[in-house]
């Protein structure tokens, strides 16, 4: 075999994605390219910063990053082909083993690249969901992380098929490596249908969880916000969670709960999640849905912010699409903004935090790290928990009977009672949903009476 054969074998023998992974020590070449509307906003320098902070995450060492001025991407090499040349030079001259790319390759590209640099070639994408694979703890988010990669790569196993059947095979024949290329994809999406039942099984243990939670009247408040804002910092302020706290991207990967005591003496749990961040692969929204279901059972979302961060505004913006994404045409819950870290905000920042804190109905400032304003937070968290839910019975007659399966999905039932002509039925619900078909539950008939103004009076039912 000649030596450009033999330089090749490594990349042709693996098509089931091993070089999808990064390893720690491993040495990369960072890639990208920043359009004119991006060098004039800025936001693109964000992202490379956060490319730098998601290989520090996974352990690489980055050597140098290389930017290329276009509009457009290369359909064949992403970058174009004579920046695509500088980039091997370097590869060769640096002795680099990956070369990350900061935006989502097609496979074609992909593909290209690796015959060209001969090295391991990573998106973005493919390195997030990597440190997701290396930070995963419990079975069912180790399940999701690799549904992710799956459906992540099947479209872009590597397509050495014709490569390998000129090993052997005739005209008109089919070679041994497009056979066994067929079999793994088979065994792939075998995989993937067998990740799928086995996290329909985990959302029903869930399911049971919730119903559990519900019948004991505890509020859910969900802490979200962009990786590294001080989510986890603030929970354990909060609960004495003990969650792992590094400066690093996606410390907190499996969501945490842990109950607390309120100033009004009910109890709610807090529920960590895992931070969001721009150009999220969208294989990871289906996948989290631990995380996700949190968000939309949630009775609050606490928005963690981190204020010192001059890239706030474009992180929030982040977070809130993330929401949009899963939350609706669903209502959403209250939502909390928490501008963290209001110790390192420098007085030339304050003006343009108070503007941005101008753009919301609920703020509050804290410094989880010094463990001021929480007693602030913990009285807006009771208020917009007191004026998000109420207690009600309903009167259902007997021939309006598909009212009670409704009520039973976007309530928590407490009393159901069979009475002449009638079910009585008390639950607590959003104000919202209340307010949302009540004029369509009058027209069938349906009555209601309001227990108490307040959750927190704890009115018998």
Request: contains cysteine; neutral net charge; aromatic residues 4%.
């Amino acid at each position: 075999m000649n030596e450009a054969n033999e330089k090749q074998r490594p990349l042709i023998e693996d098509r089931l994605g091993l070089r999808a992974r990064v390893l720690a020590h491993e040495r990369a070449l960072l890639v990208g390219l920043q359009t004119q509307k991006q060098q004039r906003g800025g936001e693109d320098d964000e992202t490379f910063k956060e490319l730098q902070a998601l290989c520090r995450t996974a352990g690489l060492d980055v050597l140098r990053t290389v930017i290329q001025r276009r509009d457009r991407a290369n359909a064949a090499t992403f970058v174009h082909k004579g920046k695509a040349h500088e980039i091997k030079a370097l590869v060769e001259a640096s002795g680099a083993d990956a070369v990350i790319f900061n935006d989502e390759l097609t496979p074609t590209q992909g593909r290209n690249l690796e015959e060209l640099l001969q090295v391991k070639v990573i998106d973005r994408p493919q390195l997030i969901m990597d440190i997701f694979a290396q930070r995963a703890q419990t079975v069912d988010s180790k399940l999701q992380v690799e549904l992710a990669q799956l459906e992540y790569l099947l479209p872009r196993l590597r397509g050495w098929g014709e490569a390998l059947s000129r090993l052997g095979a005739g005209i008109g024949t089919r070679g041994p490596g497009e056979t066994k290329l067929a079999m793994e994809r088979d065994q792939i999406r075998t995989r993937i249908h067998r990740i799928r039942q086995s996290l329909k099984e985990v959302q029903v243990k869930r399911g049971v969880k919730r119903k559990q939670r519900q019948r004991h009247e505890m509020a859910q408040v969900v802490l979200v916000g962009y990786t590294n804002a001080g989510k986890s910092t603030l929970l354990n302020c909060l609960t004495g969670a003990q969650v792992l706290v590094e400066d690093k991207l996606f410390a907190t990967l499996d969501p945490v709960a842990r109950r607390l005591q309120l100033p009004d003496q009910t109890e709610a749990i807090f529920a960590d999640t895992v931070g969001f961040i721009r150009k999220l692969p969208k294989q990871l929204v289906p996948a989290f849905q631990s995380t996700l279901e949190s968000v939309k059972e949630a009775d609050l979302i606490l928005h963690v912010l981190d204020a010192a961060d001059p890239q706030m505004e474009f992180k929030w913006r982040a977070v809130e699409q993330v929401l949009k994404d899963v939350l609706d045409p669903h209502p959403w819950p209250p939502l909390l903004h928490a501008f963290n870290k209001m110790d390192a905000v420098s007085e030339q920042a304050m003006a343009a935090l108070e503007h941005l804190k101008g753009q919301f109905p609920h703020t509050v400032q804290v410094s989880a790290l010094q463990r001021d304003g929480l007693e602030e937070l913990l009285k807006q968290i009771v208020h917009l928990l007191d004026h998000g839910k109420v207690r009600v019975t309903f009167a259902v007659p007997y021939d309006q009977g598909q009212w009670l399966d409704r009520l039973h999905r976007i309530g928590e039932v407490q009393d159901q009672r069979y009475e002449a002509g009638q079910v009585s039925l008390t639950l607590v619900l959003p104000r919202a949903e209340l307010e949302k078909f009540s004029t369509h539950a009058a027209a069938d008939g349906l009555s209601w009476t309001l227990q108490n103004a307040s959750l927190n009076e704890r009115a018998p039912v």
